[in-house]
């Protein structure tokens, strides 16, 4: 591995997603940076120009144009923050958030007519191999300024549009990552769905990881139809948000309050495809107990059935 490696790697990649002129790719009149800018005002709802320049390492200069032209299109607004009177908090009007949905589905599109290009086969290789990218050089990067790490995120319960959020990036990163169509997202909503409208707050529990103020990922537990079972569902971690040990911490607080309501059983149905998930789910001392193959969300796949027996005492 050289230098010149990376380099051709970075040229190959910024062509492949329309980088140089990302506006005219995605036909809207924003730069990658100023689109990325209105992604983060969008999924984080305090935010700051300091905040904004920390987690993007913008020059301040650079964003301070950039929120300019926000303030003179009208996609945003700036007033004192309540917590800090020396900062000026950044919220993104009703046009602001449209248009920042606009741009989300097209870059959606755009990837998943990339990713369609992609044989069925070779897309598990494909996200393995982006994650030990991701992993490999993550590892050494310097930690970033606002020295965000595993101690900053918190588990909490669900707040009222967070139900949505789940079905939203479920669909979406399943969209994106493995191609998968919108009978997944159909899958997602039901169950869901049958979440909110009846559930024993004492059986059954949903958890939202939350950094920097937004969502990172989501798990669920729920009564199976077994006596004496829960199932563990909807395992997610955002991608920006893996190597911090998101999905180890949700499974664990899944298993500590299957354990503490009496259940003598906790299993689970995925994907082979979904090998990080796998890894966590050995780590917290699940067993693969079978698998099958079937045809489902528009790709052909192996699915599994995981189990963990709760009266076998931890490590």
Not at 187 to 208: C, G
Not at 230 to 246: M, Q
């Amino acid at each position: 591995m050289t230098v010149q490696d990376i380099r051709s790697f970075n040229r190959f990649y910024t062509n492949v997603i329309g980088a140089l002129d990302y506006g005219r790719h995605l036909y809207a009149p924003y730069t990658l940076t100023e689109s990325r800018v209105l992604y983060e005002l969008a999924h984080s709802p305090h935010t700051d120009a300091t905040g904004l320049r920390s987690e993007l390492s913008l020059d301040s200069g650079y964003l301070s144009r950039i929120l300019n032209k926000f303030e003179q299109d009208g996609l945003i607004e700036r007033a004192p923050s309540q917590s800090d009177p020396r900062r000026r908090r950044i919220t993104l009007t009703p046009r602001g958030r449209e248009t920042a949905a606009v741009l989300d589905e097209r870059s959606r599109e755009s990837v998943g007519a990339l990713l369609a290009t992609v044989p069925a086969d070779d897309r598990p290789r494909l996200a393995e191999a982006m994650h030990t990218v991701r992993a490999l050089l993550s590892s050494r990067r310097p930690a970033p300024p606002t020295g965000r790490g595993r101690e900053d995120v918190v588990l909490r319960e669900p707040v009222p549009g967070d139900l949505g959020w789940i079905v939203q990036r479920n669909a979406a990163l399943y969209a994106a990552e493995f191609g998968w169509n919108t009978d997944y997202e159909g899958l997602v909503a039901r169950i869901v769905a049958d979440f909110a409208e009846d559930h024993d707050p004492h059986l059954e529990r949903v958890w939202i990881a939350e950094l920097a103020g937004r969502p990172v990922g989501c798990v669920m537990c729920v009564r199976d139809d077994a006596p004496g079972t829960a199932r563990l569902r909807l395992l997610l971690v955002e991608p920006d948000a893996r190597g911090l040990g998101v999905g180890d911490r949700l499974v664990e607080a899944v298993v500590g309050f299957a354990r503490d309501g009496g259940y003598r059983d906790l299993v689970l149905w995925t994907n082979d495809v979904l090998t990080a998930a796998a890894r966590v789910y050995r780590r917290h001392g699940f067993s693969l107990v079978a698998e099958k193959p079937h045809r489902s969300f528009g790709a052909d796949l192996v699915g599994q059935d995981w189990r963990l027996d709760l009266h076998v005492s931890p490590g």
